[in-house]
């Protein structure tokens, strides 16, 4: 059994271009653990989007050995490079759960962002030693004097403790594997015999099934052990044991406080869940606590282009839950669209991440429909539903309540955008909890506002008029009273499903008129004369009349009596009342497209 006197387990948080990819880089580079051949930039980052974007999607655990120079004692140093996004803050607690100690990395020409403090404080929740470190300290721009003194303020701690180091250069990377052989501890024994571990991310192969990659916290695991997942409550095999070297390597046992692999064969989509336990089949010890299945908050309706694919992106959604638990998904049809599959989400990100991937990895061309929350609703008739779609959205006569979740944002800017930022605060019903001052002149502002106001562009005018450089993370709260009604669009008398959509009551009659206008200049003229209407409260707010295409009917006729021509304009007439009185309106899908994804952003 390895000497857990001498294993370190870690993880780098970081805001996102802080510089954690390229400072893993070089740990990977000088303890020699990936060959100068085959280094290359962003070297645990595996997918191209996570290369092209520049964030951490997908964990990759990474192992290395290091040589202490005052005492020449081997270390086994485990790195698990985590998400940094809050979309993804389950699994990171997890991981944060499977180690001892993180750095809190800080870019030096940056100083301390928001993002950077939602992930700390999960540090902190999870009982980790916090080493701060600035980075870019090769930068012409960098501010060190001043970044450690906020982030030493921010900890509690002297700045004289805070690490300085340059992943592009390398310098001070020896002074930092010090910090962690020193002040990170090594995992506590365990005396117990029987095995357990943690379930903290697993990926997929088709000849292997699913492989969960997890941290030792009792016991051994070996090769050919009956193991079970008491959250899921489904035995398997190990098939294989191995470690992260970074590459999976087959080892003969995983002991109490390693990291690596355990190759279950399972390939069920929806089985293995991150923060699981697996442990030996009917074992006494309990599960590890804080396992919860992730609850999608943003739900969006995903059709292929062409039908034809619909079998191919039900195969791409199974595919993809084999290596993301948190995607739900269920087959429905639209008039237009035809079939498809609403979809949930984690958030925002994720969502972005999944049909960037449905393209990519599986040559799918897709229609996204405008992403929305769920709403629990109390209705007259005393039931309680929860509604994930407008067109299930029960009629304004018969609720009695809505509620919604709400979010707790921590927004960062400089001081010049603070008067930009309280108008756009009120168009967003936004409150604000809590200001901060920092060293720097840049304020940190506590506010709590509705998910639904989120999503609702407040990102992207957020980095606008701060000319891009505040930064915010949220964290989801409670559900919340909210003030929301249904809004349909009719199009000659018949409600459009697809169409509607939840908006707040303050702003129904705006995104009434704005809605209907769209239409009503996209919308091709029909035989006869067309209404466009918006329906809310239970009354129609808004309306647009569309002219029906007229063909000259009288055109032929040369000279004569009037009376020839009138009769037919007469008869033309008859003829549309009656297509209007029974026509129904075929909306093209060009036009259907624009609808669904349209924004008001």
């Given at each position: 059994m390895m000497n857990q006197k001498h294993i370190r387990n870690f993880s780098i948080i970081?805001?996102?271009?802080?510089?954690?990819?390229?400072?893993?880089?070089?740990l990977l580079e000088r303890t020699g653990t990936i060959e100068a051949r085959k280094m290359r930039d962003q070297v645990l980052d595996k997918m191209d989007l996570e290369r092209e974007r520049g964030i951490t999607i997908k964990m990759q655990p990474a192992r290395m050995k290091y040589r202490a120079g005052d005492s020449g004692d081997e270390y086994v140093l485990n790195l698990i490079d985590t998400p940094g996004h809050i979309d993804f803050a389950y699994e990171v607690s997890r991981a944060l759960k499977a180690v001892e100690g993180v750095l809190l990395l800080v870019d030096s020409t940056q100083g301390v962002q928001a993002q950077t403090l939602t992930t700390l404080a999960m540090a902190k929740d999870a009982g980790c030693i916090i080493i701060p470190v600035i980075s870019k300290i090769d930068s012409p721009y960098a501010r060190p004097d001043e970044v450690k003194t906020e982030l030493g303020k921010l900890l509690g701690v002297s700045s004289d403790t805070v690490l300085s180091v340059s992943g592009r250069t390398g310098e001070g990377v020896d002074e930092l594997f010090s910090a962690i052989v020193s002040r990170i501890p090594p995992p506590k024994n365990s005396d117990e015999t029987e095995s357990r571990a943690l379930v903290f991310d697993f990926s997929y192969s088709t000849h292997r099934g699913i492989a969960v990659f997890v941290r030792v916290f009792d016991g051994e695991l070996k090769k050919g052990d009956t193991l079970s997942f008491r959250g899921a409550g489904k035995n398997f095999i190990a098939l294989e044991v191995g470690i992260f070297a970074p590459d999976e390597t087959p080892v003969d046992k995983l002991s109490a406080g390693e990291i690596g692999y355990i190759v279950t064969g399972i390939k069920e989509p929806g089985v293995v869940a991150v923060g699981d336990t697996v442990g030996v089949n009917r074992g006494k010890l309990q599960a590890l606590s804080g396992f919860n299945r992730p609850r999608p908050v943003v739900w969006a309706s995903i059709y292929p282009e062409s039908q034809d694919d619909l079998p191919n992106l039900r195969q791409a959604l199974e595919r993809l839950r084999l290596t993301d638990s948190s995607i739900s998904f269920e087959e429905e049809s639209s008039g237009v669209l035809g079939r498809g599959f609403r979809c949930g989400f984690l958030g925002m990100l994720h969502l972005e991440i999944i049909t960037e991937r449905l393209h990519r990895e599986f040559d799918l061309h897709l229609i996204v429909t405008i992403p929305t929350i769920s709403y629990t609703v109390t209705t007259k008739n005393g039931s309680v539903e929860t509604v994930y779609t407008p067109s299930r959205f029960p009629d304004f006569g018969d609720i009695i309540a809505v509620s919604e979740p709400w979010v707790r944002v921590v927004l960062i800017t400089p001081p010049a955008a603070l008067s930009a930022l309280m108008q756009l605060f009120h168009d967003h019903e936004v409150v604000v909890m809590a200001t901060e001052n920092?060293?720097?002149g840049r304020t940190e502002l506590t506010i709590e506002m509705p998910l639904r106001e989120l999503m609702r562009g407040f990102f992207d005018r957020v980095k606008n008029v701060s000319s891009g450089y505040a930064s915010l993370s949220y964290e989801f709260l409670d559900d919340r009273p909210a003030d929301v009604v249904k809004l349909d669009i009719l199009v000659a008398g018949e409600s459009v499903p697809a169409f509607a959509r939840i908006v707040a009551r303050r702003r129904v009659q705006k995104e009434a008129d704005r809605m209907v206008e769209k239409l009503n200049n996209i919308l091709p003229k029909q035989l006869f004369v067309l209404k466009i209407q918006a329906e809310a409260l239970g009354r129609i707010i808004s309306s647009r009349t569309i002219s029906a295409m007229r063909k000259d009917v009288t055109g032929y006729l040369y000279g004569g009596?009037?009376?020839?021509?009138?009769?037919?304009?007469?008869?033309?007439?008859?003829?549309?009342?009656r297509m209007a009185e029974r026509g129904r309106v075929d909306i093209p899908e060009q036009v259907f497209m624009k609808m669904v994804q349209d924004s008001d952003r």
């Amino acid at each position: 059994m390895m000497n857990q006197k001498h294993i370190r387990n870690f993880s780098i948080i970081a805001h996102i271009d802080h510089g954690k990819s390229t400072l893993a880089d070089r740990l990977l580079e000088r303890t020699g653990t990936i060959e100068a051949r085959k280094m290359r930039d962003q070297v645990l980052d595996k997918m191209d989007l996570e290369r092209e974007r520049g964030i951490t999607i997908k964990m990759q655990p990474a192992r290395m050995k290091y040589r202490a120079g005052d005492s020449g004692d081997e270390y086994v140093l485990n790195l698990i490079d985590t998400p940094g996004h809050i979309d993804f803050a389950y699994e990171v607690s997890r991981a944060l759960k499977a180690v001892e100690g993180v750095l809190l990395l800080v870019d030096s020409t940056q100083g301390v962002q928001a993002q950077t403090l939602t992930t700390l404080a999960m540090a902190k929740d999870a009982g980790c030693i916090i080493i701060p470190v600035i980075s870019k300290i090769d930068s012409p721009y960098a501010r060190p004097d001043e970044v450690k003194t906020e982030l030493g303020k921010l900890l509690g701690v002297s700045s004289d403790t805070v690490l300085s180091v340059s992943g592009r250069t390398g310098e001070g990377v020896d002074e930092l594997f010090s910090a962690i052989v020193s002040r990170i501890p090594p995992p506590k024994n365990s005396d117990e015999t029987e095995s357990r571990a943690l379930v903290f991310d697993f990926s997929y192969s088709t000849h292997r099934g699913i492989a969960v990659f997890v941290r030792v916290f009792d016991g051994e695991l070996k090769k050919g052990d009956t193991l079970s997942f008491r959250g899921a409550g489904k035995n398997f095999i190990a098939l294989e044991v191995g470690i992260f070297a970074p590459d999976e390597t087959p080892v003969d046992k995983l002991s109490a406080g390693e990291i690596g692999y355990i190759v279950t064969g399972i390939k069920e989509p929806g089985v293995v869940a991150v923060g699981d336990t697996v442990g030996v089949n009917r074992g006494k010890l309990q599960a590890l606590s804080g396992f919860n299945r992730p609850r999608p908050v943003v739900w969006a309706s995903i059709y292929p282009e062409s039908q034809d694919d619909l079998p191919n992106l039900r195969q791409a959604l199974e595919r993809l839950r084999l290596t993301d638990s948190s995607i739900s998904f269920e087959e429905e049809s639209s008039g237009v669209l035809g079939r498809g599959f609403r979809c949930g989400f984690l958030g925002m990100l994720h969502l972005e991440i999944i049909t960037e991937r449905l393209h990519r990895e599986f040559d799918l061309h897709l229609i996204v429909t405008i992403p929305t929350i769920s709403y629990t609703v109390t209705t007259k008739n005393g039931s309680v539903e929860t509604v994930y779609t407008p067109s299930r959205f029960p009629d304004f006569g018969d609720i009695i309540a809505v509620s919604e979740p709400w979010v707790r944002v921590v927004l960062i800017t400089p001081p010049a955008a603070l008067s930009a930022l309280m108008q756009l605060f009120h168009d967003h019903e936004v409150v604000v909890m809590a200001t901060e001052n920092y060293v720097d002149g840049r304020t940190e502002l506590t506010i709590e506002m509705p998910l639904r106001e989120l999503m609702r562009g407040f990102f992207d005018r957020v980095k606008n008029v701060s000319s891009g450089y505040a930064s915010l993370s949220y964290e989801f709260l409670d559900d919340r009273p909210a003030d929301v009604v249904k809004l349909d669009i009719l199009v000659a008398g018949e409600s459009v499903p697809a169409f509607a959509r939840i908006v707040a009551r303050r702003r129904v009659q705006k995104e009434a008129d704005r809605m209907v206008e769209k239409l009503n200049n996209i919308l091709p003229k029909q035989l006869f004369v067309l209404k466009i209407q918006a329906e809310a409260l239970g009354r129609i707010i808004s309306s647009r009349t569309i002219s029906a295409m007229r063909k000259d009917v009288t055109g032929y006729l040369y000279g004569g009596d009037v009376t020839r021509k009138k009769k037919l304009l007469e008869k033309q007439k008859r003829g549309k009342k009656r297509m209007a009185e029974r026509g129904r309106v075929d909306i093209p899908e060009q036009v259907f497209m624009k609808m669904v994804q349209d924004s008001d952003r």
